[in-house]
């Protein structure tokens, strides 16, 4: 008689996002599916381009996209804006108190104490009427940024939308929450079952984007409700060292793996593509500077362009190739005269198309600013794509990239740069261009080299499938 093989785990992974772009989520899934395990990721339907509600991966991975309540959100939204600008309420809360009037004496005391709660409302309303009427509305009101209003846009936004996501998920072995958001879902379908918990953290996320610049009592709250839940979890994934001491330390595991997001290892064919300067119409002598991802705040992308006019860099063209709310500025600059035409912005490609495009770059430059902790701790993914593709570093000078990059046993990988500074950042750029030809060969060679031999997928992914090899062996037989 044969011997019987691994388990086969039932595995539910959940992401707030449509998880088109989420290289991580899908590499996780993929990974964990060739291992043998059933795999279904239930995600959140974008309000972009339409996505299928639900599709099939090549791996066999399942990918369900369920939609926010939007009616809820909307509910929230009518309240903010009842107390942001109370006197807007007055037509309803006439009537209302009206039809109390007449409805006899049980409606009397109804009226009653809405007279009652108008009258204590009235040092807010003439707080808002000032602000309103004398000031222009410059004075804080709810839904302008307040700590109360984020904490329910939060709840109204992702609560119904993770109930939601754990109700339509199969009974699973394991649920595999990524993100606070996503930890939320996973919990609340584990609740039905008993089965296991996965919390995957892609970064500090109370002290990530618009989270880290909420009040005191919003992170305090953020951060219990991420303490509450994680508590349900037998495993922490995070994605550095760093992200792991801390998690491990403020939410109180025992057990955990780093899973960086590098790529799976890839060959740059021969000869080499060049797709940037045949898309933009450079000659070959032109060096490009590359920066590739989310066009967002505090990602270094004006340090960058302004780098470029340091002196030195006058053959340098910066490329800018991605995706997100900066880029109408950054088409702005494109077509200042001060640029002299070597500022470029390019659409996103996809990402099974991104490392040729990465490898026709002489640098890739990301200058992540000290905004956040999340930053200065963070391994970006633009950074193993980079390598990858065989293309040296330019990076913020911050503990985790730098590790990588300056501590290469065969030699650098790029350089770092102080970047909150143009002229040190130029300096770095400088330092990778203006290498002799051989050196800048051997470099690119380097580089490809270390994502071969380290940072790529298949040696990432192993400490994951490993982990849920430790699970199979306590679940129940």
């Not at 804080?140 to 939601?164: E, H, I, K």
């Not at 699973?172 to 089965?195: I, N, Q, S």
């Amino acid at each position: 008689m044969s011997e019987p093989g691994p388990r086969r785990l039932r595995v539910a992974m959940y992401v707030a996002n449509d998880a088109s772009r989420d290289s991580r989520v899908l590499r996780e899934a993929d990974a964990l599916a060739a291992a043998g395990h059933d795999v279904i990721i239930v995600a959140r339907a974008g309000a972009g381009i339409p996505l299928p509600a639900e599709e099939q991966r090549p791996t066999g991975v399942r990918l369900v996209r369920i939609p926010r309540d939007h009616d809820s959100i909307a509910g929230w939204r009518n309240v903010q804006r009842r107390i942001g600008y109370p006197w807007r309420a007055r037509a309803n809360l006439t009537r209302a108190w009206l039809g109390d009037l007449q409805a006899g004496p049980e409606g009397w005391l109804r009226a009653g104490a809405k007279l009652l709660a108008t009258l204590a409302a009235l040092p807010w309303i003439a707080y808002r009427l000032a602000g309103y009427v004398l000031l222009g509305d410059r004075l804080p009101a709810a839904g302008r940024g307040g700590q109360v209003d984020y904490v329910m846009t939060w709840r109204r936004s992702v609560l119904p939308w993770a109930n939601a996501a754990a109700s339509i998920a199969p009974d699973a072995d394991v649920h595999h929450g990524h993100d606070v958001e996503g930890l939320a879902a996973a919990v609340a379908a584990a609740k039905r079952t008993g089965a296991l918990v996965v919390y995957d953290s892609h970064e500090l996320y109370p002290e990530s984007a618009r989270h880290a610049r909420q009040g005191t009592l919003a992170r305090f709250w953020l951060r219990s409700l991420e303490r509450r839940l994680a508590r349900q979890a037998v495993a922490l994934v995070t994605v550095n060292k760093s992200l792991e001491e801390i998690l491990r330390k403020s939410l109180g595991f025992t057990r955990s793996v780093v899973v960086h997001n590098a790529p799976p290892r890839w060959m740059p064919p021969d000869p080499a593509p060049d797709l940037l300067r045949e898309r933009l119409g450079l000659p070959p002598e032109a060096h490009i500077a590359l920066y590739h991802g989310g066009f967002s705040a505090h990602r270094g992308l004006e340090e960058l362009a302004e780098a470029i006019l340091e002196p030195g860099l006058e053959a340098v063209h910066a490329v800018f190739l991605g995706y997100g709310k900066q880029r109408a500025m950054l088409d702005q600059m494109a077509s200042d005269p001060q640029f002299g035409g070597r500022l470029h912005v390019l659409d996103a490609v996809p990402p099974t198309e991104l490392l040729p495009w990465v490898a026709s770059a002489d640098v890739a430059v990301m200058c992540l600013q000290p905004s956040t902790l999340n930053h200065v701790l963070s391994t970006p993914n633009k950074l193993f794509e980079a390598l990858a593709a065989g293309v040296p570093v330019v990076v913020s000078d911050f503990k985790e990239m730098r590790e990588i990059v300056l501590g290469n046993p065969e030699g650098p990988l790029g350089t770092v740069c102080r970047p909150t500074e143009v002229a040190d950042i130029a300096r770095a750029i400088r330092q990778v261009v203006e290498l002799p030809a051989t050196e800048a060969a051997a470099l690119r060679s380097r580089c490809l080299r270390a994502a071969h031999e380290r940072w790529n997928w298949e040696t990432e992914s192993a400490r994951l499938v490993a982990l849920y090899e430790e699970l199979v062996a306590e679940l129940p037989s």
